[in-house]
T-cell receptor, first 116, second 114 residues
């Protein structure tokens, strides 16, 4: 059973470009969470999605950031017009159901975004 | 909102026992989770406590005291591979709709030395 997959693992962008981060949850999981982690910091919740629905995006900046989880295909975290402050590790996690197992999340390897 | 406090660094000797504490402040509370993260790696779920007491899983145990808003992770028979960062996390019930957010502490960097 493949784990959570994220690609790319490393992404370099210049200021003003767009970054697209992809996440495929574990097989059988329909709940996806995105987190951002700065060096020496904990993970910060960004958004929680189910298939075709954004359930909670309260941790996501209002501008330039968007997320989707289409019926088919991976979840996408999109950052438009990147700035240097967006440089961080972005982790995706999945769980098989809501409420009952939110505390047990399976994380992908992360995408390290570097904005030059 | 929620806040969690845990020590930033701990050093322990191989074969010893180490305890990593976590205190939390939340407006409501479901339970306390622990995650391990090696440098450059992904967080890995270790344990979850919803009720008071000690939960044991092999060399790792986790404890919760809801009345004290306190928990700890206990690592026994330390091995070099246990060197990693350890995060406590809570899902707290915010006013209004239930919360789907896990809030993480800043992590405790454990260094195991020979």
């Amino acid at each position: 059973n493949a784990g959570v997959m994220q690609n790319p693992r490393h992404l370099v962008r210049r200021r003003g470009q767009e970054a697209r981060l992809r996440c495929s949850p574990m097989k059988g999981h329909s709940h996806v969470y995105w987190y951002r982690q700065l060096p020496e910091e904990g993970l910060k919740f960004m958004v929680y999605l189910q298939k075709e629905n954004i359930i909670d995006e309260s941790g996501m900046p209002k501008e330039r950031f968007s997320a989707e989880f289409p019926k088919e295909g991976p979840s996408i975290l999109r950052i438009q017009q990147v700035v240097r402050g967006d440089s961080a590790a972005y982790f995706c996690a999945s769980s098989p159901m809501d409420r009952g197992l939110i505390e047990t999340q399976y994380f992908g390897p992360g995408t390290r975004l570097l904005v030059l | 909102g929620q806040s969690l406090e845990q020590p930033s660094e701990v050093t322990a000797v191989e074969g010893a026992i180490v305890q990593i504490n976590c205190t939390y402040q939340t407006s409501g509370f479901y339970g306390l989770s622990w995650y391990q993260q090696h440098d450059g790696g992904a967080p890995t779920f270790l344990s979850y406590n919803a009720l008071d007491g000690l939960e044991e899983t092999g060399r790792f145990s986790s404890f919760l005291s809801r009345s004290d808003s306190y928990g700890y992770l206990l690592l026994q028979e330390l091995q070099m591979k246990d060197s990693a960062s350890y995060f406590c996390a809570v899902r707290a019930l915010e006013s209004g709709a239930g919360s789907y957010q896990l809030t993480f502490g800043k992590g405790t960097k454990l260094s195991v030395i020979p």
